[in-house]
């Protein structure tokens, strides 16, 4: 299938093949603008006992049929595209994939504070995961290395070492290790490499490694000791993804035909909208993805994007992640309802084996989203030494920087019972400071439009605009410093855009709404007391320089302090939470 013109391709479908779920979501014109118009939903095949993500995507297709109406497959079972006269078909396709198990990767490099730390930061880029490393200060001997490549099989090896103009007797010496374990492994057993080190030694290493395999060249991550550029390796890295899970999973090439070749790992499409969101807005933006095997975190700071992936860390599979870096008290902290800690131990047992089941009861329901309220506050611990070192944060321990926007998705948190409920667990979870507008994809399209983007970027930027895609939350409001429960932390003057003005003061320890409804607007006067902080510096207060637009929830002040901090005695915890989940539902 080849792609068309803006103006012929109104209709385009992206399918999103998820761990757990397939999504295939219909956009098209209407009046004059791209909108999201439905989608049909299916239990992924890409595992056992299928082994083949076609037949999920035939299901979550006719699903969307059903709900729109639209004939997109034809009598001989192929997706219709082009579309026709009469109605049937697309014109374009997106295809973001993230099922399946995460690449084993082997890092080969240098230095391990310098080139071999780079190979890590770009392995949190996907879903892959570093299970050994190899470096100059290894003490093995080289047979030994060798050995450790056949005994683990990794899926790819990436090699890294020598700035440009820099080290390559040593790095030549680390490929020929890698050369050998190659030679030695079955052919249809090798893993593709990745070579990102000294340019000087491209033609080098690929005239001795390509006659074993695939290897592919991306320019250096670490071109100077104190310079890292990991963007052109990332593009890479998604395409030996997409390469190893062809030949792993049915379908998947399929997929990626459709798609004229631009088949996504779902995390990098996700963060190719985090970025368009800051470049756009100018601001610093983080973007928060829970699905049920890893975490996507993505942030984006002068619109530069900084992505981490964190495979295990989810709310399905990935409790694998959340059982081996969690305690169970962690988990359990965030539970109201009576539940016995042996029974939450063996939910999540349950769980992790059967990762597509709902939870049925209150209790059920209250332990996943404790999961996913752990599963993103370890995400964001881990992806903060990633952040420049130079942006704005607060003084207090454990904290994230000023987020100026928050986009979050997941089914866990976007698809909650209830707004208060997805909202709350994105204020425990992502702990936000200062001032930031809170935007919920509530319909799993963020990945979808960040792979659309590729062809039809005005379809991305229509549909991120339009009111019914995704739900403003609201803007909230989150002072930090240090005072006594009780005690007012911040006053506000808020002057609507009726001319009505109001004025209220938000005590430590509480969740405040400010009432401003949908469509409305209004200007905030800040005044931060006993010295907090609102992102302007202790104390500091003044007009908030930008209108702020009402939301679901309108101004949501945040006063609990930072990090948030539980009751240690069971009752009075339990309490609290509920308390805090009854201030949102006003």
Same mark, same amino acid.
């Given at each position: 299938?080849?792609?068309?013109?803006?103006? /012929?391709?109104? $209709?385009? =479908?992206?399918?999103?093949?998820?761990?757990?779920?397939?999504?295939?979501?219909?956009?098209?014109?209407?009046?004059?603008?791209?909108?999201?118009?439905?989608?049909?939903?299916?239990?992924?095949?890409?595992?056992?006992?299928?082994?083949?993500?076609?037949?999920?995507?035939?299901?979550?297709?006719?699903?969307?049929?059903?709900?729109?109406?639209? &004939?997109?497959?034809?009598?001989?079972?192929? &997706?219709?595209?082009?579309?026709? /006269?009469?109605?049937?078909?697309?014109?374009?396709?997106?295809?973001?994939?993230?099922?399946?198990?995460?690449?084993?990767? %082997?890092?080969?490099?240098?230095?391990?504070?310098v080139s071999l730390e780079s190979v890590r930061h770009l392995v949190q880029t996907s879903y892959t995961q570093m299970i050994e490393t190899i470096g100059l200060n290894d003490r093995r001997k080289v047979e030994e290395q060798v050995d450790?490549?056949?005994?683990?099989?990794?899926?790819?090896?990436?090699?890294?070492?020598?700035?440009?103009?820099?080290?390559?007797?040593?790095?030549?010496?680390?490929?020929?290790?890698?050369?050998?374990?190659?030679?030695?492994?079955?052919?249809?057993?090798?893993?593709?490499?990745?070579?990102?080190?000294?340019?000087?030694? @491209?033609?080098?290493? @690929?005239?001795?490694?390509?006659?074993?395999?695939?290897?592919?060249?991306?320019?250096?991550?670490?071109?100077?000791?104190?310079?890292?550029?990991?963007?052109?390796?990332?593009?890479?890295?998604?395409?030996?993804?997409?390469?190893?899970?062809?030949?792993?999973?049915?379908?998947?090439?399929?997929?990626?035909?459709?798609?004229?070749?631009?088949?996504?790992?779902?995390?990098?499409?996700?963060?190719?909208?985090?970025?368009?969101?800051?470049?756009?807005?100018?601001?610093? %933006?983080?973007? %928060? /993805?829970?699905?049920?095997?890893? $975490?996507?975190?993505?942030?984006?700071?002068?619109?530069?994007?900084?992505?981490?992936?964190? +495979?295990?860390?989810?709310?399905?599979?990935?409790?694998?992640?959340?059982?081996?870096?969690?305690?169970?008290?962690?988990?359990?902290?965030?539970?109201?309802?009576?539940?016995?800690?042996?029974?939450?131990?063996?939910?999540?047992?349950?769980?992790?084996?059967?990762?597509?089941?709902?939870?049925?009861?209150?209790?059920?329901?209250?332990?996943?989203?404790?999961?996913?309220?752990?599963?993103?506050?370890?995400?964001?611990?881990?992806?903060?030494?990633?952040?420049?070192?130079?942006?704005?944060?607060?003084?207090?321990?454990?904290?994230?920087?000023?987020?100026?926007?928050?986009?979050?998705?997941?089914?866990?948190?976007?698809?909650?019972?209830?707004?208060?409920?997805?909202?709350?667990?994105?204020?425990?979870?992502?702990? +936000? $400071?200062?001032?930031?507008?809170?935007?919920?994809?509530?319909?799993? =399209? @963020?990945?979808?439009?960040?792979?659309?983007?590729?062809?039809?970027?005005?379809?991305?930027?229509?549909?991120?605009?339009?009111?019914?895609?995704?739900?403003?939350?609201?803007?909230?409001?989150? +002072?930090?410093?240090?005072?006594? +429960?009780?005690?007012?932390?911040?006053? =506000?003057?808020?002057?609507?855009?009726?001319?009505?003005?109001?004025?209220?003061?938000?005590?430590?320890?509480?969740?405040?709404?400010?009432?401003?409804?949908?469509?409305?607007?209004?200007? %905030?006067?800040?005044?931060?007391?006993?010295?907090?902080?609102?992102?302007?510096?202790?104390?500091?207060?003044?007009?908030?320089?930008?209108?702020?637009?009402?939301?679901?929830?309108?101004?949501?002040? /945040?006063?609990?302090?930072?990090?948030?901090?539980?009751?240690?005695?069971?009752?009075?915890?339990?309490?609290?939470?509920?308390?805090?989940?009854?201030?949102?539902?006003?």
């Amino acid at each position: 299938m080849t792609n068309t013109s803006l103006i /012929d391709a109104d $209709t385009l =479908l992206a399918v999103d093949v998820g761990a757990v779920n397939t999504r295939a979501l219909l956009f098209d014109s209407v009046e004059g603008r791209y909108r999201f118009l439905a989608a049909g939903n299916a239990r992924t095949t890409a595992g056992a006992p299928m082994y083949d993500t076609s037949e999920g995507v035939r299901f979550a297709l006719d699903q969307l049929r059903e709900i729109s109406g639209r &004939l997109l497959v034809g009598a001989d079972e192929r &997706l219709i595209a082009p579309s026709t /006269d009469d109605g049937a078909g697309v014109d374009q396709v997106a295809t973001t994939f993230s099922a399946g198990a995460p690449l084993k990767v %082997v890092g080969v490099g240098l230095l391990e504070n310098v080139s071999l730390e780079s190979v890590r930061h770009l392995v949190q880029t996907s879903y892959t995961q570093m299970i050994e490393t190899i470096g100059l200060n290894d003490r093995r001997k080289v047979e030994e290395q060798v050995d450790a490549i056949l005994r683990l099989r990794p899926d790819a090896i990436i090699i890294s070492g020598g700035t440009n103009d820099g080290a390559s007797r040593s790095v030549l010496k680390l490929v020929n290790a890698v050369g050998m374990a190659l030679y030695l492994l079955p052919k249809s057993n090798r893993p593709e490499v990745l070579f990102v080190g000294n340019t000087d030694l @491209t033609e080098n290493v @690929t005239n001795f490694l390509q006659p074993l395999t695939t290897v592919r060249v991306a320019s250096n991550v670490r071109p100077d000791l104190k310079v890292e550029q990991i963007g052109p390796a990332e593009y890479e890295l998604a395409q030996m993804f997409k390469h190893v899970h062809t030949k792993r999973i049915m379908g998947v090439e399929e997929l990626d035909i459709w798609a004229g070749g631009n088949l996504m790992p779902t995390s990098a499409a996700f963060g190719r909208i985090i970025r368009f969101l800051s470049s756009v807005s100018d601001d610093a %933006v983080l973007g %928060v /993805d829970v699905g049920a095997s890893s $975490t996507t975190v993505a942030a984006a700071f002068a619109r530069k994007l900084k992505l981490n992936v964190y +495979p295990q860390m989810g709310v399905g599979e990935g409790l694998t992640g959340i059982l081996n870096n969690s305690k169970l008290d962690q988990v359990y902290r965030w539970i109201a309802p009576r539940v016995p800690e042996t029974y939450v131990l063996d939910y999540l047992y349950n769980k992790r084996l059967y990762p597509a089941t709902l939870p049925a009861t209150e209790e059920d329901l209250a332990i996943e989203q404790a999961v996913a309220r752990e599963a993103v506050r370890y995400a964001l611990r881990q992806s903060d030494s990633s952040f420049p070192k130079d942006i704005e944060r607060p003084q207090a321990a454990d904290t994230i920087p000023w987020f100026n926007f928050i986009l979050v998705g997941g089914n866990v948190i976007a698809r909650a019972p209830s707004l208060a409920q997805s909202m709350l667990m994105i204020l425990d979870a992502i702990q +936000p $400071t200062g001032v930031s507008r809170v935007l919920l994809d509530k319909n799993a =399209l @963020t990945p979808a439009l960040g792979a659309a983007a590729v062809m039809n970027s005005i379809l991305a930027v229509q549909v991120l605009e339009s009111t019914n895609s995704y739900v403003y939350m609201g803007t909230t409001i989150c +002072p930090v410093g240090k005072a006594r +429960p009780g005690t007012p932390v911040l006053q =506000l003057r808020v002057r609507y855009d009726t001319g009505q003005e109001k004025t209220y003061e938000v005590n430590q320890g509480t969740i405040q709404l400010i009432p401003l409804p949908l469509g409305r607007m209004a200007q %905030v006067q800040l005044q931060p007391l006993q010295r907090t902080d609102i992102g302007w510096g202790p104390g500091k207060g003044g007009t908030y320089p930008k209108k702020i637009f009402g939301g679901a929830f309108g101004l949501v002040v /945040d006063a609990r302090g930072r990090p948030l901090e539980l009751p240690n005695k069971p009752e009075e915890r339990r309490n609290t939470l509920q308390k805090w989940l009854f201030s949102l539902q006003r």
